[in-house]
């Protein structure tokens, strides 16, 4: 395979690559081979300042007729162009997020496809808006008329997570320009060598200056001073829940509005009617798939008590026969986790599960035939009770664990039994308890017989601790949009509320 350069770039602002005005930068490191491959600049307040501002200058640009109060129909012809360009440089992308990330390049490829896929559907939405303006109210009294308007929130902030780190910039920057947003940035320092090219795409299509600005950098440095900046109308987070509380911390001193996309520790629910190996499939993939790194990753399975045996010793089977390899080998389904710290997080989870009593029952240690990269072979771990740190706490690495029950009510309260609320899956031949199940589960997201797949038509969000808002579909438009209620007194007669002062 030829060697993959990875461009250097600098930071994004107003249309143009600008140098971080500290001079800083961060390593990229492939997680595969442990190498630095090239730099990402490195953002700090001073930057944070100069990309907000050139945001709020490409919303009131000529009145705003430019971007944010032009029609849908030019902001879609925008996203078009981005969309095609991505489908033009689509392998190119795949490999930079492949050797950025550390996914199998199968994935990232796949990533690719929804990341355009994710520009057309909100080109056609931001072509619906239009239409949607001056929706009519219908008012009690004849002598008033009303409608509403949707207007963009303004200038918004996007921090975004490095395990799918162009697709989910995307479901943000796609609905925020889509609605007529200015936008800035800030991708995760793990992973954002992609966000830079989507940068580079958006100069090729000639976006207007300062729409789209992408600010690389430590959360700490440039994503802390976006969140809390009063010129920045809103913030929308996807990422760890402890962050997503700092973030709404300093957005609630301006009373800012947030939605924040956090954690999980979703459950997967096995009845005992299902057919096992379709099943052992669908709860790999769950946990799995993109390193086990998914924040909706179904990572606890309930199995009924009665096929549990069966089950589990089919799925040991199956996870050790999955390929681990460098991500650009061919076949490849898992690679290395994302980074060193995330690889000794998930090796101190294995050890804590171990010290409390858990059985580890395969994987978790390093593969055999790779000495270098962070690779961890996918754990299931079971003996696991309801007070142990891998039932409650989120690993976001290949670790699944697991625990048997015997009636519905117990399966729903061991799924509800979560500070988290992201997704849930349940497994069953009998549809009518898959339903009944479906409403009982505590969550904004569930799989009925499979587990993880993501369509852009479909709401994307949780409840309790894993945040509020929902991205995707027409919600994810939503998100972007202000409601204006605009109402008109049409009758030619006084109010008549004051006695008029005597005629003089």
Same mark, same amino acid.
């Given at each position: ?51 907000? !501002? ?17 029609? /849908? ?13 991505? =489908? ?41 808006? $239009? ?57 995760? !320092? ?10 580079? @795409? ?32 809103? @913030? ?6 402890? =962050?997503?509380? &700092? ?24 009845? $005992? ?6 099943? %052992? ?17 179904? &990572? ?64 978790? =240690? ?13 754990? @299931?771990?079971?003996?696991? =009770? ?15 664990? %697991? ?14 039994? &979560? ?18 199940? &479906? ?22 969000? /949780? ?42």
């Amino acid at each position: 395979m030829a060697a993959i350069t990875v461009p250097r770039r600098q930071l994004f602002i107003g249309g143009q690559w600008t140098e971080p005005v500290r001079r800083k930068t961060l390593p990229i490191v492939n997680p595969a081979t442990e190498d630095i491959i090239g730099y990402i600049p490195a953002a700090t307040s001073e930057d944070v300042e100069l990309a907000v !501002e050139a945001a709020r200058k490409a919303l009131t640009r000529n009145k705003g007729k430019d971007w944010a109060k032009a029609s /849908g129909a030019v902001r879609a012809r925008y996203l078009r162009a981005i969309a095609a360009k991505v =489908t033009e440089r689509k392998s190119e992308l795949a490999n930079l997020e492949a050797i950025d990330c550390g996914k199998p390049l199968d994935e990232a490829a796949w990533d690719m496809d929804d990341v355009a896929g994710c520009f057309e559907y909100y080109a056609d939405l931001a072509e619906g808006l $239009d239409a949607k303006q001056k929706a009519p109210l219908s008012l009690p009294l004849d002598t008033f008329k009303g409608y509403v308007l949707k207007e963009p929130i303004g200038v918004v902030g996007l921090i975004t997570p490095w395990n799918y780190p162009l697709l989910m910039a995307v479901w943000k920057v796609a609905p925020s320009l889509a609605a007529g947003c200015t936008a800035i940035l800030k991708p995760s !320092e793990l992973a954002s060598v992609t966000c830079l090219e989507l940068a580079d @795409i958006c100069r090729e299509v000639g976006l207007p200056p300062g729409v789209l600005n992408v600010l690389t950098g430590l959360g700490t440095e440039a994503g802390a001073p976006l969140a809390s900046h009063p010129n920045v109308d809103k @913030i929308v987070f996807t990422g760890s829940t402890a =962050t997503g509380s &700092s973030i709404m911390t300093s957005a609630a001193r301006l009373v800012k509005p947030v939605s924040l996309e956090l954690g999980g520790k979703s459950p997967i629910i096995v009845f $005992d009617d299902v057919e096992i190996d379709k099943a %052992v499939e669908w709860t790999m993939f769950g946990c799995f798939w993109t390193n086990g790194q998914i924040c909706s990753a179904t &990572s606890r399975l309930l199995v009924h008590e009665r096929i549990a045996d069966e089950f589990l010793d089919k799925l040991v089977k199956w996870t050790k026969n999955i390929k681990i390899s460098d991500p650009f080998e061919e076949g490849c389904r898992l690679g290395p986790v994302v980074s060193k710290g995330q690889y000794e997080r998930v090796l101190k989870f294995i050890s804590n599960a171990r010290n409390e009593g858990a059985t580890v029952l395969c994987g978790g =240690t390093r593969p055999e035939h790779l000495k270098k990269g962070y690779y961890v072979e996918p754990g @299931i771990i079971s003996n696991v =009770t309801t007070s142990m740190e891998i039932w409650r706490e989120e690993v976001f690495g290949p670790l699944l664990c %697991v625990k048997t029950f015997s009636t519905e009510d117990e399966a729903i309260h061991l799924a509800n039994d &979560s500070q988290y609320g992201l997704a849930g899956a349940v497994l069953s031949n009998d549809l009518e308890k898959c339903d009944r199940v &479906s409403k009982a589960l505590e969550a904004g997201i569930v799989w009925v017989n499979c587990s993880q797949p993501c369509f852009t038509q479909a709401p994307w969000g /949780g409840t309790k601790r894993s945040g509020f808002g929902r991205e995707l579909g027409e919600w994810g438009l939503e998100n972007y949009l202000s409601v204006k209620q605009v109402t008109q007194y049409i009758s030619d007669e006084p109010w008549g509320w004051y006695k008029p002062p005597s005629k003089l």
